[in-house]
Nanobody, 119 residues
Framework: QVQLVESGGGLVQAGSSLRLSCAASGRTFTGWFRQTPGKEREFVAAITDTGGNTYYTDSVKGRFTISRDNAKNTVWLQMNSLQAEDTAVYYC????????????????WGQGTQVTVSS
């Protein structure tokens, strides 16, 4: 059983930055996803359990950075140059088996944190 708790969301202006945190109860491959009303949950970024490899969806490459500190059991998502299109509830997920970009591959989910970017 892996417990995940996200934090760090908020309301910011376009061009601003936010850093989301995911506190996890174990060291595991971790993904970030986001979801807006009426749309499917979409992959944002993922990181291996050691932090040696990271993966991003094209729309956030060069703006978002995923990282982790296993001593602190924390995974971060640093989001820079935020755009209105980044507005969503952001979730971290763990327990991945299968394609890392598919929500269905993850067994454990946090409660989500709202990110709102005003233009």
């Amino acid at each position: 059983q892996v417990q995940l708790v996200e934090s760090g969301g908020g309301l910011v202006q376009a061009g601003s930055s936010l850093r989301l945190s995911c506190a996890a109860s174990g060291r595991t491959f971790t993904g970030w996803f986001r979801q807006t009303p009426g749309k499917e949950r979409e992959f944002v970024a993922a990181i291996t359990d050691t932090g040696g490899n990271t993966y991003y969806t094209d729309s956030v490459k060069g703006r978002f950075t995923i990282s982790r500190d296993n001593a602190k059991n924390t995974v971060w998502l640093q989001m820079n140059s935020l755009q209105a299109e980044d507005t969503a509830v952001y979730y971290c997920a763990a327990g991945q088996v299968g394609d890392y970009f598919s929500p269905a591959s993850y067994k454990y989910w946090g409660q989500g944190t709202q990110v709102t970017v005003s233009s």
